[in-house]
T-cell receptor, first 115, second 114 residues
Framework: AQSVTQLGSHVSVSEGALVLLRCNYSSSVPPYLFWYVQYPNQGLQLLLKYTSAATLVKGINGFEAEFKKSETSFHLTKPSAHMSDAAEYFCAVSRSGAGSYQLTFGKGTKLSVIP | DAGVTQSPTHLIKTRGQQVTLRCSPKSGHDTVSWYQQALGQGPQFIFQYYEEEERQRGNFPDRFSGHQFPNYSSELNVNALLLGDSALYLC?????????????FGPGTRLTVL
């Protein structure tokens, strides 16, 4: 079974500061890993995904994440926060390979950006 | 391209009633997955439909059922509603089942059970 733990239900950063959202996963097989963003009253939008290629994954809006197998982590970073980054962020995991079509999400981290 | 659309936007039901939620996938997509997102929680996988069949199911009771039509649109049915079924129900579509294909999410249907 797969599971995801997101550390910190709420993170606040100043505009222009580094954004770091933490995600640790548990998986008995090599995982696929995802970060999604959800703006108020909207569905989820994919930021980036790891599917066993490069361990440093670049996504949209300047976000990136690094897959660290030894630490079972997939933390999301952005060098400089913008007001428009305020939203809720979800880390998700699935089994790699055929036969598994289920995403398992963490509980989410709400990001606030202070002007 | 309209993206993934869901209807209705909001719905209020009472305990014991039945509800049907609808989803139209993004153009070109043939796979639909449904998720339940309770307040303050991450989405939980309900099931996935591909080629008009349920292909995988999460940990949800049989009260939750679905259907996929030949045009790839889908319905989620919930019978004998409980207060705990109150949530945002999200539909996601993709081309093919594999999760390395991006899933596009709709805005959701907010269900309130009184």
């Amino acid at each position: 079974a797969q599971s995801v733990t997101q550390l910190g239900s709420h993170v606040s950063v100043s505009e222009g500061a580094l954004v770091l959202l933490r995600c640790n996963y548990s998986s008995s097989v090599p995982p696929y890993l995802f970060w999604y963003v959800q703006y108020p009253n909207q569905g989820l939008q994919l930021l980036l995904k790891y599917t066993s290629a490069a361990t440093l994954v670049k996504g949209i809006n300047g976000f990136e994440a690094e897959f660290k197998k030894s630490e079972t982590s997939f933390h999301l970073t952005k060098p400089s926060a913008h007001m428009s980054d305020a939203a809720e962020y979800f880390c998700a995991v699935s089994r790699s390979g055929a036969g598994s079509y289920q995403l398992t999400f963490g509980k989410g981290t709400k990001l606030s950006v202070i002007p | 391209d309209a993206g993934v659309t869901q209807s209705p936007t909001h719905l209020i039901k009472t305990r014991g009633q039945q509800v049907t939620l609808r989803c139209s996938p993004k153009s070109g997509h043939d796979t639909v997955s449904w998720y339940q997102q309770a307040l303050g929680q991450g989405p939980q996988f309900i099931f996935q439909y591909y080629e008009e069949e349920e292909r995988q199911r999460g940990n949800f009771p049989d009260r939750f059922s679905g259907h996929q039509f030949p045009n790839y649109s889908s319905e989620l049915n919930v019978n004998a509603l409980l207060l705990g079924d109150s949530a945002l129900y999200l539909c996601a579509s993709s081309f093919g089942q594999a999760l390395y294909n991006e899933q596009f999410f709709g805005p959701g249907t907010r269900l309130t059970v009184l």
